[in-house]
């Protein structure tokens, strides 16, 4: 596609309850992140994909967070047993170029952004 | 944890003036990068300052780095009320050992409102 696409764009969970969010990538792109957004800060990092490779998922805040990329294209970041503090917007960005290949500008997509009630 | 620090947290301005914003951060960079996001929506990339570079322009948009001082400016000039968003500044981290894949690190920020 054109741009990276994300879905669901909102998503009310009950506490919980366990979630999927997905990320279309633009067609090969290398590199995916996965970033959580709080209200009023900026993106904090929570794991990175080289094509289906999970090379650092060092910002993932807990177990319950699993993101996976198996074909090396869409991803999904999964979120079980969902808490109030999981209220965020979770942002994806793709890039062409992979490790040691030096970074560029990211193509964000619009985000998801989740409520646990 | 976030790395930069951004000042000010709020702008606002008249159409036509400029807008400057700052930017500071704490380790060393391969380069920088600035985003603006507006309300419920994503990131989009404005421009990106290597870490040998001192300035560099993009249209209407100007952005000086001192890595001495490690910090980044980011300047809009005759502002329009279309640049009302927030603008991030974001760091990627200095490439070591050729083993960097461009991990960003935010800032939390400045919100610029631009009065028509």
């Known amino acids: 596609g054109a741009g990276v696409s994300q879905s669901p764009r909102y998503k009310v969970a009950k506490r919980g309850q366990d979630v999927a969010l997905r990320c279309d990538p633009i067609?090969?792109?290398?590199?995916l992140f996965w970033y959580q957004q709080a209200l009023g800060q900026g993106p904090e990092f929570l794991t990175y994909?080289?094509?289906?490779?999970?090379?650092?998922k060092s910002g993932l805040p807990s177990d319950r967070f699993f993101a996976e990329r198996p074909e090396g294209s869409v991803s999904t970041l999964k979120i079980q047993r969902t808490q109030q503090e999981d209220s965020a917007v979770y942002l994806c960005a793709s890039s062409p170029t992979g490790r040691g290949k030096g970074p560029n500008g990211y193509t964000f997509g619009s985000g998801t952004r989740l409520t646990v009630v | 944890s976030q790395q930069g620090e951004e000042d000010p947290q709020a702008l606002s301005i008249q159409e036509g003036e400029n807008a400057t914003m700052n930017c500071s951060y704490k380790?060393?960079?391969?380069?920088l990068q600035w985003y603006r996001q507006n309300s419920g929506r994503g990131l989009v990339h404005l421009i990106l300052i290597r870490s040998n570079e001192r300035e560099k322009h993009s249209g209407r948009l100007r952005v000086t780095l001192d890595t001495s001082k490690k910090s980044s400016s980011l300047l809009i000039t005759a502002s329009r009320a279309a640049d009302t968003a927030s603008y991030f500044c974001?760091?990627?981290?200095?490439?070591?050992?050729?083993?960097?894949?461009?991990?960003?690190?935010f800032g939390q920020g400045t919100i610029l409102t631009v009065h028509p």
């Open positions: 974001a760091t990627a981290p200095a490439n070591a050992g050729g083993t960097s894949y461009g991990k960003l690190t």
């Open positions: 380790t060393s960079i391969n380069n």
């Open positions: 067609s090969g792109h290398v590199s």
């Open positions: 994909f080289q094509n289906e490779a999970q090379l650092d």
